[in-house]
């Protein structure tokens, strides 16, 4: 008999690539994690592994063993989905990985909901973005992701995740007051109201390989020019701070303003694009009650944004 959590083992090799990338994720030794695979040879009796350089590469016999691990990995997780279902109580930790805006506009309603209606259920927040996020949580590492899909950018598919919209948000031009001296007014004291007139501005964007950093260079593109990115940073927060104090400019979704009123000027851009935000989980794992919790609550909070946004819109 195949010992399951050396299967496992295995499986995270496929998924991880290297013994000590499965060792960082597992807590274990790459030490430990080679005798381990080393006893599943024994147990199988067929070679599993062969090294490729410095590398090891499963066999095609390795190959199969993974496929049928994947079907025992979902089945016992179904299992404890089922398990979980059939209790009165609603408890639990709920590992989620989310992006800074959304982190910023839900999570707190999240908790505080949770803390007053489910105070069994534990949630443990990382911030990702959304690519390497689904990435984690489809190979176990989160139990959800909350993510976003740019206009025309696809969010990448797993087919072991669900996909279930929660709101969507205006992406608008951010620029500094009209009456702040900074950079910009310098540059362009004249005042904006097109996304041509930010041609030869500083711009801030998120890092290269963000979806959002992807969608804003080509929405530049299309109207006409090369945008100047100066500053780059993942962190939001610091975009704002840096169009509040008059020295860039940005795309922005609206998310961002959960909560506060924007120190700067939005503007409308050509064809009123949206940004889509939407959970993702395991659909042998979606049924357990500690996640329903935590997406009927995260439904209900952006359920609630939607309507504020709306009103914004119109007000615009």
Not at 84 to 91: E, G
Request: proline share 6%.
């Amino acid at each position: 008999m195949l010992d399951v959590r050396r299967l496992k083992l295995l499986r995270e090799l496929h998924i991880r690539g290297t013994l000590a990338d499965v060792a960082l994720a597992l807590q274990y030794s790459p030490s430990a994690v080679s005798q381990q695979l080393a006893l599943l040879e024994k147990e199988a009796g067929v070679k599993l592994l062969r090294k490729v350089g410095r590398r090891v590469q499963l066999t095609a016999q390795a190959e199969i063993l993974v496929a049928h691990t994947a079907d025992i990995v979902e089945s016992l997780e179904r299992a404890e989905a089922d398990m979980a279902a059939s209790l009165t109580t609603v408890a639990g930790t709920v590992k989620l990985a989310v992006f800074q805006s959304a982190a910023l506009a839900l999570l707190p309603e999240l908790l505080t909901s949770l803390s007053e209606h489910f105070p069994q259920v534990r949630v443990e927040m990382t911030q990702r973005e959304p690519e390497t996020a689904l990435y984690e949580t489809w190979a176990r590492d989160f139990d959800m992701v909350v993510a976003e899909q740019y206009p025309g950018h696809a969010a990448p598919r797993h087919p072991e995740l669900d996909h279930v919209v929660l709101t969507s948000d205006a992406i608008r031009l951010a620029v500094p007051p009209a009456d702040l001296n900074g950079t910009v007014a310098r540059l362009h004291p004249e005042p904006i109201t097109r996304l041509e007139d930010t041609a030869t501005l500083p711009w801030v964007m998120e890092p290269r390989g963000a979806a959002s950093r992807h969608w804003a260079e080509q929405a530049c593109r299309q109207a006409g020019f090369e945008p100047d990115v100066r500053f780059e940073t993942a962190d939001l927060q610091a975009q704002v701070r840096l169009i509040e104090s008059g020295h860039a400019v940005a795309l922005m979704p609206d998310l961002m303003w959960t909560g506060r009123e924007p120190a700067l000027t939005l503007l409308e851009l050509p064809g009123r694009p949206r940004r889509t935000v939407f959970t993702a989980a395991r659909r042998a794992s979606r049924s357990r009650p500690a996640i329903l919790a935590c997406r009927e609550i995260l439904q209900q909070t952006a359920a609630g944004l939607a309507s504020g946004i709306s009103t914004a819109d119109a007000s615009l």
